[in-house]
């Protein structure tokens, strides 16, 4: 039901389609959020780094009037602290945002609170919006009592009543002495989009709006808010990990993974002719309600990696199915594929393989050339055994086009990977991708001895 509602607000004109050619309303650029990790008291004696999240790690886009931009990705992917940082919630580490040319990163809290009337949010969880010891009256007009807009307390409380009849809260006077506990879940989303269209702003970050939702108001939900936008020229920067919802939704779609865009284009082209691998495994991952058919489910292997110590080159090449030559193989990826091989063996073998091999720890510090160790009372010869085993086992694994050679030593194997390359930005149709298959620089590499 929620998809057939979704896809006849978008026959209507909603989300898709309707964005201006005018300058960007929001420019960003290389923008960077990091946070850092605090040590342990021994580490801060020694003055030892103990890292950074990288949160957002160097995206850029532009936003135009009256679009709807969505940004997708996997729990962890940067994607809320973006918005956070957009609105200055989050200090962002560098890079510039402007705001119709004007940069806005940097300013201190009392430059940036002009500009709160025109960048608004609104929240994930409706229940946890809403302070429960003020009525919705109360809410949805603090706005104007912070800034000091509205003029007399009658005039605030007229622009509430309009506001909460606007979405849908009407007659508004039988919600502006409600407490949120006696509310449903959608009427405190309509609640706190009341909150937030009332100070009139530019653009509206939308941290998934309707994912604690029941199923039933979902595209409710997004209807108004496409009608908001319609009546109020409302921008929205839509942050969701659900595709099936950003479709209808949005006028384009940014792919993120761990802190970077891989992946931004019309909604048209990222749902019919994706061009990113991640893209591609999402799409995937989209549940099919028809139980007659069959859909291929072939996602990226393991887990999101360590943002504090991203993989080298592409930052999905340890899960990506494509990957090769050049994509940025590393020691780690060596010790993963020693793994998720012992996890497959029966016990007995695993013992036996496993003793064959010293500590992979000495694996973790991220390196293109490392060295497989033997046991401290075995021979390099030992570790070749288990390193031919395991390729003998995959030998089709992106992870061996990686390998530039392998050399027995005394204790262990020393492994040598190609160089990887950070791929850059290159354009696919209407998408520009990060991705090496669409770089003819990085082919062209990886082609070479």
């Not at 409302?234 to 802190?259: E, N, S």
Request: aromatic share 6%; proline share 7%; hydrophobic share 40%.
């Amino acid at each position: 039901m929620e998809s057939a509602q979704l896809e006849r607000s978008a026959a209507r004109g909603g989300g898709r389609g309707e964005t201006s050619r005018a300058d960007p309303l929001l420019e960003v650029r290389d923008l960077r959020t990091l946070f850092g990790l605090r040590g342990s008291f021994a580490d801060r004696l020694r003055g030892a780094e103990a890292g950074s999240v990288h949160a957002v790690d160097g995206v850029s886009f532009d936003l135009r009037p009256g679009e709807v931009l969505g940004i997708v990705g996997e729990s962890g992917s940067g994607k809320t602290t973006l918005g956070r940082t957009l609105l200055g919630l989050v200090d962002a580490t560098s890079g510039s945002i402007k705001l119709e040319g004007r940069e806005i990163t940097g300013l201190g809290e009392a430059e940036f609170r002009e500009l709160r009337t025109r960048l608004g949010i609104v929240f994930q969880d409706p229940h946890a919006s809403l302070n429960p010891a003020l009525t919705i009256g109360a809410s949805v007009g603090d706005p104007l009592r912070f800034h000091g807009l509205g003029g007399s307390d009658e005039e605030r409380r007229g622009r509430v009543v309009a506001a909460l009849e606007r979405v849908g809260l009407a007659p508004a006077q039988q919600f502006m002495d409600k407490y949120p506990a006696a509310l449903s879940g959608g009427q405190k989303q309509r609640a706190v989009l009341a909150r937030a269209i009332i100070l009139g702003p530019d653009i509206l970050i939308a941290d998934e709006p309707v994912s604690m939702l029941d199923m039933s108001v979902r595209a409710k939900i997004l209807e108004l808010m496409l009608d908001l936008k319609r009546e109020f020229a409302l921008t929205y920067v839509y942050i969701t990990h659900d595709l099936a919802t950003a479709k209808f939704f949005c006028d384009r779609i940014a792919i993120m993974y761990l802190g970077r865009i891989v992946e931004i284009g019309p909604a048209a082209q990222i749902y019919d002719d994706p061009k990113h691998p991640y893209t591609q495994a999402l799409l995937r991952a989209i549940p099919e309600p028809d139980p007659s058919r069959t859909v291929p489910r072939d996602l990226p292997r393991g887990e999101v990696p360590d943002a504090v110590m991203p993989p080298l080159g592409c930052s999905l090449h340890p899960r990506c199915p494509r990957a090769f030559e050049v994509c940025g193989w590393e020691s780690r990826d060596l010790r993963t594929l020693l793994e998720l091989r012992w996890t497959q063996l029966p016990e007995e073998e695993f013992e036996r393989e496993r003793a064959l091999i010293g500590d992979l720890d000495v694996l973790d510090e991220p390196a293109t050339e490392c060295v497989l160790p033997a046991a401290p009372d075995g021979a390099g010869d030992d570790a070749a055994e288990v390193l031919e085993r395991l390729r003998a086992e995959a030998p089709d694994d992106p992870f061996w086009k990686g390998v530039a050679s392998t050399d027995v030593e005394q204790g262990g194997v020393r492994v040598r990977f190609r160089d990887g390359i950070v791929p850059g930005e290159s354009e696919a149709d209407a998408a520009l991708v990060r991705c090496h298959l669409y770089d003819d620089a990085a082919l062209a590499k990886a082609r070479k001895p």
